[in-house]
């Protein structure tokens, strides 16, 4: 009689690979998580393969912070580097790059910020952002990346990529757009794993967590623009806005179930208030229920032996 049911095929596993380290570092505030160094890439990605799990998704943090994030758009960047490196670990694992500028830039914004911005607060030039996540998306396809997933919520994102991706013939290369990331608290152990700090807030550019309408909205915006997949980030706390677009695509849809949300389980469960095993077997057949075809979790290696 049950109508749900989770597989590891639904899982996408988040990998964090830092060019500063040379062991691995666990995330202080997200413990059983941890930065990887360059040279740990592929045994995480084999790790994972046989685990179960056929697709990562690949965050950098870099030592080479600056304005632009020019890091991200060098051949020889860190970016370029760790899609390579899990490219080659596993040919039939699904890599996927996510597209920001927040992990590569000094004042920790998702794109460039507009000169008018003298404390750099977060007033994000849009468009010149564009030009420059267009570059980056190449230099991921050039790497190896199956399918490119800006995270950034520029408007015009998706178009832009898939311009410039078809242009340099990565026609092949997908785009999964988060598209409608909420601008969040659940997003607090990830700035601490990635190392990013920075003024204001993100309220310029990602969603008012208040607004549903205008979430569906902006997800079918980057439908018209041509994403293959449309993810709903955070997750438990969206439930109701996956369930509504799933409603209203027939994309396939995916769901990130993001820092805070895998921290408040852990902190949950070592404090003895929760079963483990149960609680995110029961999250993850609620994102499925409400609508989503794949999952990003950091758990994605437990619960594929969980399932
Ligand atoms: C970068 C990005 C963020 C996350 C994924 N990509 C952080 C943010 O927007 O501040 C969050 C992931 C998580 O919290 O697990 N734009």
Excluded at 73 to 100: E, Q
Excluded at 150 to 168: I, N
Excluded at 246 to 267: C, F, N, W
Aim: hydrophobic content about 45%; proline content about 3%; overall charge negative.
């Amino acid at each position: 009689m049950r109508e749900t049911v989770v597989t590891r095929n639904d899982l996408v596993l988040p990998l964090f690979v830092n060019e500063g380290i040379s062991e691995p570092v666990e995330v202080v505030s997200m413990p059983g998580v941890f930065n990887w160094p360059e040279s740990s890439v592929a045994d995480e990605v084999k790790r994972a393969w046989e685990n179960g799990i056929k697709a990562v998704i690949l965050f950098g943090v870099t030592k080479h912070k600056d304005a632009l994030g020019s890091d991200s758009l060098k051949a020889d960047g860190l970016m370029a580097r760790m899609l390579r490196s899990a490219r080659a670990a596993v040919p039939g694992m699904v890599v996927i790059a996510d597209n920001c500028f927040c992990e590569y830039t000094d004042h920790g914004h998702c794109g460039v910020l507009k000169t008018g911005d003298p404390d750099q607060s977060g007033v994000v030039d849009n468009d010149a952002t564009l030009a420059n996540l267009q570059q980056q998306a190449v230099v991921a396809a050039e790497a190896g990346a199956d399918l490119v997933a800006p995270s950034g919520m520029m408007d015009g994102m998706v178009e832009a990529m898939r311009v410039a991706l078809d242009q340099h013939g990565f026609d092949h290369v997908g785009i999964m757009a988060y598209a409608a990331k909420f601008a969040s608290s659940f997003y607090g152990p990830f700035r601490d794993a990635v190392d990013s700090t920075f003024k204001g807030n993100r309220q310029t550019y990602q969603m008012d967590s208040a607004n549903g309408r205008e979430a569906i909205a902006e997800a079918l915006q980057d439908e018209m623009e041509g994403a293959d997949i449309l993810m709903v980030k955070p997750g438990l706390a969206y439930l109701d806005v996956l369930a509504r677009l799933r409603d209203q695509t027939d994309k396939p849809l995916a769901v990130y179930q993001v820092s805070g949300e895998y921290s408040m389980i852990k902190h949950a469960v070592a404090a003895g208030a929760i079963d483990e095993k149960a609680i995110v077997v029961e999250t993850l057949t609620a994102f499925k229920r409400a609508g989503s075809d794949l999952i990003l979790t950091y758990y994605a290696n437990e619960a594929a032996h969980w399932l």
